[in-house]
């Protein structure tokens, strides 16, 4: 059962017609992390409206910059497959690139949780505060794993091969599937930031 599954992971398509195998199973964990924020906005709805401690504020203005950098990384790992499937080398600098950029945006995130400490709402003090970090907290948790995923992408196409070996690489289907999902899910944490910002900023500006 398993040596069939394995196959079958590897087939470009399922019934030479469908959706890989591997693209649909990023999809539903997609699904699957959509509901759980989609839970989490909508019990911050809630709590907002049943109790008198929550507290309106300002986020801080380093979420947008954050929000900037997500977007560029969006820019840059779509960038950097559009010359691998050219054949060019310069997607490896693009996925380098992208990988710096999710670092600054991961540091963004831990200062903006700093300057929310600094007006007054630590973890675990008023509620509205809480929210902020646990919806941050938890597209953190989700982007570190696609930023472990795009290292390790980036560290096994770092290696110079020659222009032969370079061109059967490119020509690796599963290698190709691979980087497709994994732009499909910096894609989806990219879109998912949007979202979640665009909602904070709402919520507590209102």
């Known amino acids: 059962m398993a040596v069939s599954l394995n196959k079958n992971m590897n087939q470009p398509m399922e019934n030479g017609s469908g ?9 539903i964990s997609m699904v699957s992390m959509s509901m759980l924020f989609v839970a989490l906005t909508s019990a ?3 709590k907002k409206g049943d109790t008198i401690k929550w507290v309106n504020f300002h986020l801080p203005s380093t979420f947008l910059i954050s929000t900037i950098v997500v977007i560029l990384s969006s820019v840059t790992i779509q960038w950097a ?3 691998y499937v050219k054949g060019q080398d ?3 600098l693009l996925l380098f690139v992208t990988l710096v950029l999710s670092i600054i945006f991961t ?8 300057q929310l400490k600094e007006l007054g709402f630590a973890l675990s003090g008023n509620v509205s505060g809480d929210f902020v970090y646990m919806i941050t907290g938890f597209h953190l948790a989700h982007l570190f794993g696609g930023m472990v995923a795009l290292f ?3 560290l096994k196409h770092l290696k110079k091969l020659s222009p032969i070996d370079e061109l059967k690489r490119i020509a690796d289907i599963n290698k190709k599937i691979n980087l497709e999902v994994l732009i499909i899910f910096w894609h989806f944490l990219g879109a998912l930031w949007i979202y979640l910002y665009a909602f904070l900023y709402i919520v507590y500006n209102t």
Do not use: R
């Not at 959706?19 to 999809?27: A, D, E, G, R």
């Not at 540091?107 to 700093?114: N, V």
């Open 152 to 154: 390790i992408t980036w």
């Open 90 to 92: 310069q997607y490896k």
């Open 81 to 83: 497959y559009s010359f």
């Open 107 to 114: 540091s963004l995130q831990y200062y903006s949780w700093i």
């Open 44 to 46: 911050l709805l809630v």
């Open 19 to 27: 959706i890989h195998p591997k693209k649909f199973m990023m999809l």
